[in-house]
Nanobody, 121 residues
């Protein structure tokens, strides 16, 4: 299983970005896709997750109301729409796949390579 994240970049505070993550393998069962982020010197942090079959979502409080996760099943792609970005959102963003809507990184077996998001003030 390979995950390929893209869409990161430099944006001003208040701006928007959309990240994409394509998964190489067909998705079956109670699989979820999640986004995490990691800022320099900090631990990897849960951002949000979506259940692949039902589309249920769950978000970290820090991004709730600003970020939206969606999926395109035929394209096997998950998206992270980020609005009202803040400088503290600056991090490398990773997508991952696992089972269930879990918030711990260890719950996800497969990871993408990460894409850098930088928000300037």
């Amino acid at each position: 299983v390979q995950l390929q994240a893209s869409g990161g970049g430099l944006v001003q505070a208040g701006g928007s970005l959309r990240l994409s993550c394509v998964v190489s393998a067909r998705t079956l069962g109670s699989v979820s896709r999640a986004w995490f982020r990691q800022a320099p010197g900090k631990e990897r942090e849960f951002v949000g997750a979506i259940s692949w079959s039902g589309g249920e979502t769950y978000y970290a409080d820090s991004v709730k109301g600003r970020f939206t996760i969606s999926r395109d099943i035929p394209k096997n792609t998950v998206y992270l729409q980020m609005n009202s970005l803040k400088p503290e959102d600056t991090a490398v963003y990773f997508c991952a796949t696992g089972v269930g809507l879990k918030v711990t990184a260890g719950s996800y077996a497969y990871w993408g390579q990460g894409t850098q998001v930088t928000v300037s003030s």
